[in-house]
């Protein structure tokens, strides 16, 4: 079946980098659509950052702080993450889509996800 392996997050001090990657199996990766979400403790999860096979978009929060990219040989997407802040600190999802809903920001048209990564920002 399909799977999303996250990995990359870790304790960091406020201003540093962190770069996440997430690996997918059992589906055509450079067909569909990869999304990064976040969720913190008592949050709803929030959207980040998405691709497609040719654009971008990212939340207003982290726009030009993070970076999404995809490599379709490795079966991976990225989110490198600088500059961070303790307001990011949430575990962080990837989740993938069949392109049927663009660069969606929401995680309900995402068919598959990960088991998340925690990202702890320390001020």
């Known amino acids: 079946q399909v799977q999303l392996v996250e990995s990359g997050g870790g304790l960091v001090q406020a201003g540093g980098s962190l770069r996440l990657s997430c690996t997918a199996s059992?589906?055509?990766?450079?067909?569909?659509?990869m999304g990064w979400f976040c969720q913190a403790p008592g949050k709803e999860r929030e959207f980040v950052s998405a691709i497609s096979l040719s654009g971008t978009t990212y939340s207003d929060s982290v726009k030009g702080r993070f970076t999404i990219s995809r490599d379709n040989a490795k079966n991976t997407v990225y989110l490198q993450m600088n500059s961070l802040k303790p307001e990011d600190t949430a575990v962080y999802y990837c989740e993938a889509q069949p392109p049927h809903y663009g660069l969606s920001r929401w995680s309900g048209h995402y068919d598959y996800w990960g088991q998340g990564t925690q990202v702890t920002v320390s001020a």
């Open positions: 059992a589906l055509i990766f450079s067909t569909y659509y």
